[in-house]
């Protein structure tokens, strides 16, 4: 059974219409009238337990506003939500109990305490047993290197150790599901992978539902099974990272690089393009649902020396990017 389940979410935001002129603040008192943005809508989708989904959109296209409704943070207008069989914003305080969040530009942490004490502060609050709750300091510790800057005001923290303490936060009662909005922005790589690893980890291990918003589409490659893919507060794709590309961007690429003295002669297939990148270097472009790589391999070498070669899939925020902007052209 799901333990998401999202059917028909609308969100809309209101706020006052504001007119021109001294008097302008008091006519929009007097009238009633309105500015209407919908920032999701008709958005339907399920997570079953144990799923590592990336939820994607550019700036603006719902995924934050549809995060705080799964929290309880905001009510929808219409439509219905369940996580974990309860409706967020009618038990928010079961429905905390099930999940932890991270919001990668605002903290959960105590902002004048030690990290150590914010996260004993967790602990009680949610209740954790005394010496699970010290086992999982200590694992959470050792996963996300904690240990230099625990006992360090959290006022005093760098980007990068706090958002691994807001990890550690919010993992720290163990929840069943985790949603992470943003969770590497403005990161190091170093500090990126620590967190991509311990995120990885966690679902792995612990079986946690962990649903992952970020414009890092190099987070979404290495952690996420399945992507939703959103726009304008609608659903343009549910599914794999590889039928997405199959689906938009067929194409692969053989990057071919030449021996020394050699010369290009060109590849007789059908389905087949060439692109000559510089002196020694070509690209040839293929469709893999029409003619195999290892057909266009045996091609090229057949009638060429060659000094290396490599075949280059397609990246994952080209594709996303290709989508958007062929949206974009269409309106």
């Known amino acids: 059974m799901p333990i998401i389940e999202v059917e028909g979410l609308v969100k809309e935001f209101r706020r006052p219409k504001r007119f021109g002129g001294p008097f302008g603040g008091l006519r929009t008192l007097l009238t009633r009238q309105y500015v209407r943005t919908l920032a999701v809508d008709g958005i339907s989708f399920t997570v079953d337990e144990g799923e590592f989904v990336g939820y994607l959109g550019p700036n603006g296209a719902g995924k934050s506003t549809t995060i705080k409704i799964l929290t309880g943070i905001l009510k929808p207008t219409a439509g219905r939500v369940e996580v974990a069989r309860v409706v967020p914003y009618q038990e928010r305080e079961r429905n905390a109990l099930n999940v932890g969040v991270v919001f990668g530009q605002r903290t959960q942490l105590w902002w004048d305490l030690p990290l150590r004490d914010s996260l004993e502060l967790i602990g ?121 590309k199959a689906q938009y961007a067929p194409h692969r690429r053989l990057v071919v690089q030449l021996a020394e003295g050699a010369r290009w002669h060109g590849v007789e297939m059908a389905g087949v393009t060439e692109d000559i990148l510089g002196p020694g270097m070509v690209a040839v472009r293929f469709d893999p649902n029409l003619v195999g790589s290892a057909d266009v391999v045996a091609a090229v070498l057949a009638r060429h020396a060659v000094r290396d070669l490599s075949i280059v899939e397609p990246e994952l925020e080209d594709v996303v990017r290709r989508i958007y902007a062929a949206r974009e052209a269409s309106f």
């Open 124 to 244: 009680r609050l949610y209740g954790v047993e005394r010496a699970r709750h010290l086992a999982n300091i200590k694992r959470f510790t050792e996963m996300l290197a904690l240990g230099p800057f625990i006992d360090t005001p959290v006022r005093q923290l760098s980007l990068g150790q706090r958002m691994r303490g807001d990890l550690a936060a919010a993992m720290l009662p163990e929840p069943r599901i985790l949603y992470l909005d943003e969770p590497t922005v403005g990161l190091d790589v170093v500090a990126k992978e620590r967190i991509r690893e311990c995120i990885a980890q966690l679902n792995r291990e612990n079986g946690a539902t962990v649903v992952l918003t970020t414009h890092d589409l190099d987070d979404v490659e290495r952690l996420c099974r399945r992507i939703v893919l959103i726009d304008g507060g609608k659903v343009l794709y549910d599914g794999s990272v590889e039928k997405l």
